[in-house]
């Protein structure tokens, strides 16, 4: 990890450097703002607010997707508060131990590897997920226990998951855990929003069990049985498929109108009858009879 250390006092800059790379931390050190400009791409900017006669702000926005860290003599709104709302993240008060400063660093690393980590994660379900489409709602008209049927866990999982973003929620996830386990964590749930799935996989009298557990518990239940009823709210998630699962078995009708659906902006309709086996005249009635339009 590379520091960047901005510091008019050499003995203390040096002192820094040589603590921090008994770390395993690389350091450069700037004694000026105009010579820290002139550097880039560092992890960590160790920078002293107390600069004689020197404008800092520029280094705070030139290293703003850095960590960094303010180095004051004493605490007020400009040594710190107005740097940290400029994009700053912490300070340190001198004297202070090398440890301390270490940990902070820590710290802070630790905390951007986490939003990294989530910021991926995020971008992956939005992948997953992205072709399945489910109804506009608004968060605070969601009731809970709430049971959900959809064809398939994607519909749900999408709908759970823009509620629990929308509202920037604690969210547990069981998925298609087995009856001892569901029952378990519903015993000792707290606050957060707890979401399972494949309710039909379960026998009959555990479905049972379960649903009396989750009256008046913030629970969101999938299911794929369209019969299955509730002793509380439930959301019917019945939209168009765009999907068909590996080993899926569905009708003709089905299939043609998938076809139709998805690939009549990327062929032309003689060569999409064509691959239907199919007439142009058959291909304009079968939009006809499925609704469906086609893109000018």
């Not at 506009?136 to 709908?159: H, M, Q, R, T, V």
């Not at 996830?173 to 964590?185: D, P, Q």
Request: contains cysteine; charged residues 30%.
């Amino acid at each position: 990890m590379k520091i960047l250390i901005v510091e008019n006092e050499i003995y203390l800059a040096g002192s820094m450097a040589s603590k921090l790379a008994d770390f395993g931390y690389d350091c450069e050190i700037a004694k000026s703002v105009k010579e820290a400009l002139k550097f880039e791409n560092f992890d960590v900017v160790l920078l002293s607010t107390t600069l004689p006669g020197q404008d800092f702000y520029p280094v705070i926005e030139k290293f703003k997707s850095s960590i960094i860290i303010l180095l004051i003599a004493y605490i007020n709104s400009d040594t710190v508060i107005k740097p940290i709302q400029a994009g700053a993240v912490d300070y340190i008060q001198k004297p202070f131990m090398i440890e301390e400063l270490v940990r902070k660093i820590r710290h802070f690393e630790e905390f951007r590897g986490f939003k990294n980590e989530i910021k991926n994660y995020e971008n992956y379900i939005n992948f997953a997920l992205k072709d399945y489409e489910t109804p506009c709602f608004e968060a605070k008209k969601i009731k809970f226990p709430l049971l959900l049927k959809s064809s398939k866990n994607g519909y749900s999982d999408k709908f759970i998951f823009n509620y629990v973003k929308a509202g920037n929620l604690p969210f547990l996830f069981l998925g298609k855990a087995c009856f001892s386990e569901l029952e378990k964590a519903l015993a000792q749930s707290g606050d957060e929003l707890i979401y399972i799935t494949n309710l039909e996989e379960l026998k009959e009298d555990e479905k049972e069990k379960i649903l009396e557990l989750c009256k008046k518990k913030k629970v969101a239940i999938q299911t794929s049985d369209f019969a299955q009823s509730a002793p509380f709210e439930e959301l019917e998630l019945s939209v168009r498929d765009k999907n068909f699962d590996i080993g899926e078995i569905v009708t003709i009708d089905e299939y043609i109108k998938y076809i139709i659906v998805n690939y009549q902006d990327k062929f032309p309709d003689t060569e999409l009858s064509k691959k239907l086996g199919i007439s142009r005249k058959s291909l304009w009635e079968k939009r006809k009879k499925y609704d469906v339009s086609k893109k000018k």
